[in-house]
T-cell receptor, first 116, second 110 residues
Framework: DAGVIQSPRHEVTEMGQEVTLRCKPISGHDYLFWYRQTMMRGLELLIYFNNNVPIDDSGMPEDRFSAKMPNASFSTLKIQPSEPRDSAVYFC??????????????FGDGTRLSIL | TQLLEQSPQFLSIQEGENLTVYCNSSSVFSSLQWYRQEPGEGPVLLVTVVTGGEVKKLKRLTFQFGDARKDSSLHITAAQPGDTGLYLCAGAGGTYKYIFGTGTRLKVLA
């Protein structure tokens, strides 16, 4: 079975440009999570969805970040305008149920984003 | 705010040595998971512990959940170069999301 698929794997762009990261979760999973990982701050939860509905976006840094899940098989994380401090590895993860049920999260291989 | 502190942050050991990684919090978690992450990949689940005092073994890895469900440890016996990676604990509080720990970066030298 295919795992969580993220694209692109690498993105290098100049400050001020719009960046769109894409994620295809595992079929049948009800929860989708977007994380950001840096050496300084570790793995941070940005936002998560349940049945395509955003549940908690308290981790989204600021208004420049937005996330959508138009259907059960696709989600995007958009940064506009991008800044050098947004440089990080962004992960998408999906799970069959939420943390309260003790279900594992399945991670994609991430998008390494560099903002020049 | 729920926080999970892992120690040590970095660990470099020789092949064959034993090691223990700790995951501590002042908060109670309903369950706790351990993940391993290799360079260029996402974290992969190793184990989930649910009951206070629970011990689970996965080959040379032993996981323990504290009696009060506030802390956990991961012990590796006779470490091998293939154990190299970033180890992350993740706790489930009262919501549908996991709180990830600060991570322990392990390097096992041949």
């Amino acid at each position: 079975d295919a795992g969580v698929i993220q694209s692109p794997r690498h993105e290098v762009t100049e400050m001020g440009q719009e960046v769109t990261l894409r994620c295809k979760p595992i079929s049948g999973h009800d929860y989708l999570f977007w994380y950001r990982q840096t050496m300084m701050r570790g793995l941070e939860l940005l936002i998560y969805f349940n049945n395509n509905v955003p549940i908690d976006d308290s981790g989204m840094p600021e208004d420049r970040f937005s996330a959508k899940m138009p259907n059960a098989s696709f989600s995007t994380l958009k940064i506009q305008p991008s800044e050098p401090r947004d440089s990080a590895v962004y992960f998408c993860a999906s799970s069959f149920a939420g943390a309260m049920e003790g279900q594992p999260q399945h991670f994609g291989d991430g998008t390494r984003l560099s903002i020049l | 705010t729920q926080l999970l502190e892992q120690s040590p942050q970095f660990l470099s050991i020789q092949e064959g040595e034993n090691l223990t990684v700790y995951c501590n919090s002042s908060s109670v978690f309903s369950s706790l998971q351990w993940y391993r992450q290799e360079p260029g990949e996402g974290p992969v689940l190793l184990v989930t512990v649910v009951t206070g005092g629970e011990v689970k073994k996965l080959k040379r890895l032993t996981f323990q959940f504290g009696d009060a469900r506030k802390d956990s440890s991961l012990h590796i016996t006779a470490a091998q170069p293939g154990d190299t990676g970033l180890y992350l604990c993740a706790g489930a509080g009262g919501t549908y999301k996991y709180i990830f720990g600060t991570g322990t970066r392990l390097k096992v030298l041949a």
